[in-house]
């Protein structure tokens, strides 16, 4: 098929010790029902036939010198002998092959040849718990293994030394290259491989950005990461929002096995950054609060812009000072005190992969641009429900009033726009900026910390200037122990839809009853929720009421 394509393909291949892939063949077709009907008589044999009557059947070619044949396209048919003289030579003209009982080192050789970040760690899949050894076989079961596998035995043999060659010239390159010992140990050899991945990526000479979005619907510049999941969408769509009810799961990727993942982005290194990401799960919400993100090994302060159900926005500031070394990109690492399995939390799970952090999207761009719109907050915020209630509070709002909403909310009126005209006239232009303008009052609390996963700040209700406030339906334990404190301070709800109601004191504009259908679900959805919090909802509803008579009193 090779000879068909526009330009020569590249091969690789891993080789295993023949007599274990014939047990583990025979175990895996005993366990697992094929897909493909051409294989299902096997799956039948495996299941009433012991080891030794599977591999003595003549017809089960699966038994008998299979890599061989592969490795061959058995181009000789009827001349076995000439299917290992022609194995082993395109075995030589692989650009790479590995050997399973020798994987770490495969991966090893696999990243010198091409390049490639060196893999870190790794987790077996698919192991089968009570598996047929070699010592368990009878030596009659194990002589025919051999004899219907003389050709791959010699090959493997074969293989193994010309792996050995290719991996200690590999040493011996890195060594002299980069210096150290002729017998490095794996960390030693890791820190070679990455040495050798970093001047093979500044040899791409690929042009440092100060703007990028970069979704995991692609190949990953990095280590720590599993196999990419879910629909291919648009990489500016693929962060849509989550709280809405999106129709398609966007393209992410799980952190694992291990705790730390990196992502090596080609950045400029002479200006301050602003990184946001997406994460659109989560295996525990405690392996979420211990995220760290760094920047060259430089942790970042980090802000939770947005925390809703399994969705969460989070932005590290990334300063100059921070950008700047040798590598020819920028090192991000996402590190948590932990990875699980789904198989660990649920034993019904078949899932067994070690994973920490899904994510979907990640978006870098200039600090001082931090004030417009970036990606992943338009992708959440381009839902008609969160424009409506933009659009709304951009046309009501005036200069000196304050905002109790979401933090990624608020971020769009930290000030008055700029070019806006000195009778107070609101520019209604697309893509105008909110400036901070010490003038106004207008000011977030600071953000809440990383841990604590909150989208709102309830002191910012006690801030006189404090006119307006935006609550998310879907937000309850956040925004429910508020509800009283508006009403008593004379906050009215003047416009709602399927996610939000914004309530407003001190304004001309007309209240909306509390009978409309968009704002019953928000106190019902309330007393559900403390029906289902509490023992007794009531006693906790008659607290919450002389708490906030007694707060009234004290400030009269």
């Known amino acids: 098929m090779g000879e068909l394509l526009p330009r020569p393909p590249v091969y690789l291949t891993m080789l295993r010790q023949p007599i274990e892939r014939v047990i583990s063949g025979y175990e895996f077709m005993r366990r697992n029902v094929p897909s493909r009907d051409e294989a299902m008589p096997n799956h039948v044999k495996a299941n009433a036939m012991t080891l030794k009557e599977y591999v003595s059947d003549a017809d089960n070619l699966s038994m008998a010198n299979s890599q061989t044949r592969h490795l061959s396209s058995s181009l000789y048919k009827d001349d076995p002998e000439q299917w290992l003289a022609i194995a082993q030579q395109h075995l030589q003209d692989f650009a790479c092959f590995g050997l399973v009982e020798r994987f770490q080192d495969s991966m090893a050789l696999l990243a010198y040849t091409f390049g490639w970040n060196p893999l870190a760690e790794f987790q077996n899949l698919m192991v089968a718990p009570r598996r047929l050894k070699q010592d368990q076989l009878e030596p009659e079961t194990l002589d025919i293994i051999t004899q219907r596998n003389a050709l791959d035995v010699t090959l493997y043999q074969f293989a193994q030394d010309l792996f050995e060659q290719r991996y200690r010239q590999m040493v011996d390159t890195l060594t002299a290259t980069y210096g150290g010992s002729s017998t490095p140990d794996a960390a030693q050899l890791q820190n070679l491989l990455d040495h050798h991945y970093q001047r093979r990526v500044q040899e791409q000479a690929i042009a440092p950005q100060s703007k990028l979005i970069f979704d995991f619907n692609r190949a990953i510049a990095g280590s720590g990461w599993h196999v990419r999941e879910g629909g291919t969408i648009d990489s500016h769509t693929s962060h849509t929002s989550h709280t809405d009810g999106p129709s398609q799961t966007p393209t992410f990727r799980w952190t694992g096995p291990g705790r730390l993942a990196t992502l090596d982005l080609p950045l400029v290194q002479d200006q301050d950054l602003v990184m946001e990401c997406c994460i659109i799960n989560a295996l525990s919400v405690e392996v979420l609060r211990s995220l760290t993100i760094c920047a060259n090994g430089h942790p970042l302060d980090l802000t939770v812009l947005f925390h809703h159900e399994q969705l969460t926005i989070v932005r590290g500031q990334m300063p100059q000072s921070l950008l700047a070394s040798d590598f020819p990109f920028v090192r991000l690492s996402f590190e948590c005190d932990r990875t699980l399995s789904p198989h660990d939390l649920n034993p019904n799970e078949p899932d067994t992969r070690r994973v920490g952090l899904a994510f979907s999207v990640i978006q870098i761009y200039p600090a001082v641009e931090q004030g417009e719109w970036g990606a992943i907050a338009t992708g959440l915020l381009s839902s008609h429900p969160w424009t409506e209630t933009l659009t709304f509070i951009q046309h009501a709002i005036h200069p000196g009033q ?133 023992r007794h909802p009531w006693d906790m509803l008659g607290n919450r009421l002389k708490y906030w008579l007694k707060q009234k009193s004290g400030r009269v």
Request: with cysteine; glycine share 6%; hydrophobic share 35%.
């Open 402 to 534: 304050s905002i109790f909403a979401p933090t990624l909310l608020q971020e769009q009126f930290l000030g008055k726009r700029e070019g806006e005209k000195a009778k107070g006239e609101r520019g209604k232009a697309k893509g105008e900026v909110f400036a901070p303008s010490p003038h106004l009052p207008i000011s977030l609390s600071p953000h809440p910390p990383f841990s604590t996963l909150r989208n709102y700040t309830p002191t910012q209700l006690d801030n006189p200037h404090c006119t307006w406030a935006i609550l998310h339906k879907g937000m309850l334990p956040e925004v429910g122990p508020c509800l009283l404190k508006l009403w008593l301070k004379g906050f009215v709800p003047v416009q709602a839809n399927e996610v939000f109601v914004t309530f407003a004191r001190c304004t001309s504009l007309n209240a909306l009853p509390y009978s409309h259908p968009h704002i019953q679900p928000l106190y019902r959805g309330y007393i559900k929720y403390l029906l289902q919090q509490s």
